[in-house]
C-alpha cells in the first residue's frame, strides 16, 4: 500500500467523535498524525519531550506532504535572569502567527513548550515594495516592538540606519533585510547577509514580528 493510500485509510477510520487512539507504537504515530493532519486544518501534537518532538517530526515528513513545524520550548526559566533565545523567540512567534492568520499548520510541541505562556496575537509590522511609510514612524515601530538600534546589524533583533537604508534582522527570520526609502516609500527591499553585510536576493514583503514574547498578563 502506498503511503497516501495508507494515510488516507487511516483518516476514513478515525469517527468524529472520537477522543483517544491507543496502541500506537513505532512509526504508527507518525502515521496517524499524517491521517489527521489530511482532515484537520491545525493540529497541535503534544509530546514528552523535545527529543521526541524531533523524532516525530521526522516520522511524519515521511508520511505527510504537509511537513510538521516544531513550537520549541524556551531555553531559560521562569524568574531567571538570562534572556531566551533569539532564535526560539523567533519560531514560537511564527507559529503563533500563523494561528493567528489562520495559515494551515501541524504543530509538534513539547509539554514545556505548551505550559510556557505567550502572546495569542502577536504585533507585526509588515514592509513591502512601494509601500508608503515615513522614517520616523518605522523606527517607532521598531522600537515598539523591541528592536535595538545599533551601528550595523549583527543579530535578530537589531536594525540600523544610513541616509534612507534601513537594516532590520528580524526576530523570525533567518536572513536580515535591507530596505531602501525613497522619500516615504520603500523603493527597494533585499534579503541580506548580516556578516558580509552584502545584499542576495530582492524580496516582496518581510514580515516583523516582536523582538520578544509576551504573554497575555503582561499586557
Known sequence: MQLKELTTAIARSLSPDQRT?????????????????????????????????????????LFSARPPVIFPALDVLPGEELLPSKELVGERLTVVEGWRRGDKQVVIAPLKAVRQKTTSRPESVNLKVDQEIRLDTLIGKLVDLGYKRYDIVGERGEFSIRGGIVDIFPINSPAAFRLELDADRIGSLRRFDPYSQRSNASAKEALILPAREKSEEER
Do not use: F, H, Y
Not at 42 to 57: H, Q, Y
Open 21 to 61: 487512539i491507543s496502541g500506537l507504537v513505532g512509526s504508527s504515530r507518525a502515521a496517524v498524525v499524517a491521517a489527521l493532519a489530511e482532515i484537520t486544518p491545525n493540529l497541535l501534537v503534544i509530546t514528552a519531550s523535545a527529543i521526541k518532538a524531533e523524532r516525530l517530526k521526522q516520522e511524519c515528513s
